[in-house]
């Protein structure tokens, strides 16, 4: 098959796009980095001519999967603009050349969307539950929920077909350090640099490396069932306290603990996200298998790789 993949220069998308060819479909990445790739192009979704161009000049495409984004709660509000234009304004771009071209499309939202819901999280409590219930705390989640309804608008009103992904802490090789990055990144780098980091106490997360997430997305295309939409992690099993995920990595960089300053809860963050994946397990095939243990291992040694340390 023919498939564009928006972001697709960015950590989660150049591991997709290695999957997807590996399995011998045709894959277009796109993205802003201006840098010479084999099938890339430089794209801002931002702006529609940019992404208008990509399907005029490489496409028809059977399917997009749709990453280009602002990641992250903190880089949400501290460059707002640039998260509502790429998160809404961005899809809203992909989704009319959509309706006119009739591409399927996996469109990423995240598991950001589920807010302060101390329930255990499945698909269906963004339908079930009133949304006082499952308040977004911050811009990022807003805008990919935002995303989730424009996605189910067009599918109504024009008749696309769309599968949306609820990532959950993906982690792993590729994905470059930044101060808005999640906390399995930001605890390696600091620990490889011996630079201070915070832990905040009483959070618990599960884990997903990015090969056996992108394995699952890349599944998709064998059962897709547009309008459904998948949580995507790690095995129920794998859910621990940030402080462990803190010692693990500690332990395979090396490092010292007094790197460490632990404090209490975060303001404004879920303390236990309790993620459900059985829907992804029966129509995705996801079949997590390297563990929390072994995934850090890899990606320390990924960036002391990247970061010639």
């Not at 982690?171 to 350090?177: A, I, S």
């Not at 090969?211 to 459904?228: K, L, S, Y």
């Amino acid at each position: 098959m023919k498939i564009l993949v928006t972001g697709g220069a960015g950590f989660i998308g150049t591991n997709l796009c290695n999957e997807l060819r590996a399995r011998g479909n045709k894959v277009i990445a796109c993205d802003l980095y201006n840098t010479d790739r084999d099938d890339y192009i430089r794209c801002d979704v931002r702006n529609y001519r940019q992404i208008e161009k990509v399907f005029d000049d490489h496409g028809p495409f059977d399917y997009v999967y749709h990453l280009a984004a602002e990641y992250g709660r903190w880089n949400g509000e501290a460059y707002y603009e640039n998260l509502w234009q790429t998160n809404v304004i961005g899809l809203k771009h992909i989704l009319r050349l959509q309706e006119k071209l009739k591409f399927r499309m996996i469109s990423f939202s995240s598991a950001e969307v589920y807010g302060d819901y101390e329930g255990r999280m499945t698909e269906a409590v963004m339908v079930e539950n009133k949304i006082k219930d499952t308040y977004q705390m911050n811009d990022y989640a807003i805008s990919k929920w935002a995303g989730e309804l424009m996605c189910l608008n067009s599918a109504e009103m024009f008749g696309t077909e769309t599968v949306r992904v609820r990532p959950v802490n993906c982690y792993g090789p590729h994905e470059e350090y930044t101060p808005y990055r999640g906390f399995i990144p930001k605890f390696i780098y600091h620990s490889l640099h011996g630079k201070p980091y915070t832990v905040y106490e009483g959070h618990k997360r599960i884990i997903d490396y990015v090969e056996d997430t992108c394995r699952t997305f890349a599944n998709i295309v064998d059962n897709f069932i547009p309008g459904e939409v998948y949580n995507v992690g790690g095995r129920s099993e794998w859910e621990m306290d940030i402080k462990e995920y803190s010692d693990l990595i500690l332990e395979a960089v090396g490092a010292n603990e007094s790197l460490v300053t632990y404090k209490e809860a975060e303001p404004f963050t879920t303390k236990v996200k309790t993620m459900d994946f059985s829907k992804a397990v029966r129509d995705l095939k996801h079949n997590p298998q390297v563990d929390p243990q072994e995934g850090i291992k890899r990606t320390v040694e990924w960036m002391k790789w990247f970061y010639r340390i």
